[in-house]
């Protein structure tokens, strides 16, 4: 019965660690939107950025005040995308990249 212990143990640490890159990919952003002024945040390791909308706001327009900070052009709004160029290199994002974590102050889930 020593391997079925083990291997309790070992799907315990599995599920700490699981449950610890779930906090930092995505509370930590969520945390930054709620108690900071930033209205974007990327999350780590992904190609999805957090967003917190006000009233009369869309994410895109939250997103390419983002993109403009970070001294990105957007050249252009395509149905779900945008598309933006900085120095010859160009960058797309889909409105399926952008998540409304908050809306108005609130959650929006």
């Known amino acids: 019965m ?12 599995a599920a700490m660690i699981a449950a610890f ?9 969520v945390g930054t939107l709620y108690f900071t002024e930033a209205k974007v945040m990327e999350a780590a390791f992904l190609d999805v950025y957090y967003a917190q ?8 327009d939250v997103f390419k005040e983002y993109m403009v900070e970070q001294g990105w052009v957007e050249v252009q ?21 952008i998540k409304t974590i908050f809306r108005n102050g609130w959650l929006n889930f």
């Open 53 to 60: 909308v006000g009233e009369g706001e869309t994410e895109f």
């Open 77 to 97: 709004r395509m149905g779900s995308g945008q598309e933006f160029e900085r120095d010859g290199e160009t960058f797309f994002v889909h409105s399926t990249d």
């Open 2 to 13: 020593e391997g079925l212990g083990a291997m309790k143990k070992y799907g315990l640490y």
């Open 21 to 29: 890159a779930w906090l930092v990919l995505f509370l930590f952003p």
